[in-house]
């Protein structure tokens, strides 16, 4: 029995070092695992091109790069962007309305205004050939010629 007795007790020495081994392997790989987290930077060039977010996700959790408390945070983000970005289409669906309506606004012919406004650009009277007059704008600073304008 004394031969049963110490090859028990060198299994049971045994087994308490691979125990407390195995503990400081964890430990160390709870260390590289930190440290890879802080240092997941991938060159550029390593990276395929996206063409979407759930590429990227698959890439992200498939690759190994990160952990999966990273993968979760990658994840979180990506719903955040794209919850933002939703947001950010509705707002622009609701400017680019407004602006629509804004425009045909401008395009209607405003009553109220008076007809020397109408085309006081040099270019607009270019094209209608109006050089050859004094141009309205010139007629209304010239007190002198103020009966040449009025047609009876």
Known sequence: MNG?????????????YLDQELQRLNYEKQKLNAKKNELAVVSSNALPNFKNSKQLLN????????SASLVEQVKSAITQLREERRKLRRENRKLRALLSKANNIDEQP????????LFNDGEQESLFNLTDQPSRKNEGLNLENFKDRIDW
């Open 110 to 117: 405003l009553l109220l205004t008076s007809s020397n406004n």
């Open 4 to 16: 049963y007795e110490n090859s028990y007790r060198e299994l049971e020495s045994k087994k308490v």
């Open 59 to 66: 890439y992200v959790s498939n690759s190994g790069f990160l």
